[in-house]
């Protein structure tokens, strides 16, 4: 048997919290096919592609994707990742959290002091800078964050700050010092500033800074940069069974810090 719970609007989907399941040996993709079978008729709408899936508290992404097996006595968390804004906006809502990720123009003269005074301003905001060179795709940064909330969730984060904890996982280190050195705010480089907090102050300091934002986030192939950074040669990226075989590896490196 395997234990399936659901979080946030998934909850309302199936009018429970968790189910019990006589199955085992079954793939996520089955048990996502499964689930939308059975969901009951006059729930609201169940999304079986912007999810978080995590086996035993480990991401699937960091296992086999949608391959990974379901084995007997496997808890799986079901846990919607919410999108919304403009095409020029990044929000997210990942565990009951708002996070938006807003991508900085080149020329916006930004440095450790402007984070810190971002930080004072914004009490209520977690706030993180990351060179967006460490950033492949918007998927790629969600799957980051989905990281650091369920750690912080499960009492298992690699750091004391959830800020920090993201930051450590795109540069794949548990090293703060060298974190922020590869992987933080480095001069005439594009950054992005992640936030996370109410949805009022996230929108405060978007007005702040939105003369300063990039109204194409995320359009950079970072691909190159990202796998000389980690050394993934070909032949790794090959082995791995997915159609985003860089974005899976680099989820992979994020989840297993220790």
Known sequence: MITVRFTGGARKSFDT?????????????????????????????????????????TDSSALDGHQTILNDNDVINIIPIIHGGSSSRIQLKILSTNIEIFEMKKTYDFNYDSLNKLRIEFPNLLIQAISSKFILNKSHIKKIISLSLLAKKQK???????????????????????????????????????????KNSLEKLYNKIKSNTSKTPLKKNNSTFLKNYFNFTSKQIDSVNSNSALEESLVEKAAILI
Do not use: C, H, W
């Not at 750091?159 to 996982?169: C, F, H, P, V």
């Not at 795109?170 to 480089?189: L, Y």
């Open 17 to 57: 919290d968790e189910i019990i399941l006589d199955k085992n040996n079954l793939t996520v993709r089955e048990l996502i096919e499964y689930l939308i079978s059975t969901k009951p008729e006059n729930s609201t709408s169940f999304d079986g592609k912007n999810l978080l899936i995590a086996v035993n508290g």
């Open 156 to 198: 298992v984060m690699i750091s004391k700050k959830l800020e920090t904890d993201i930051l450590l996982r795109f540069a794949g280190t548990t090293q703060i010092n060298q974190a922020i050195k590869n992987a933080g705010v480095i001069p005439d480089t594009t950054f992005s500033l992640i936030a996370i907090g109410r």
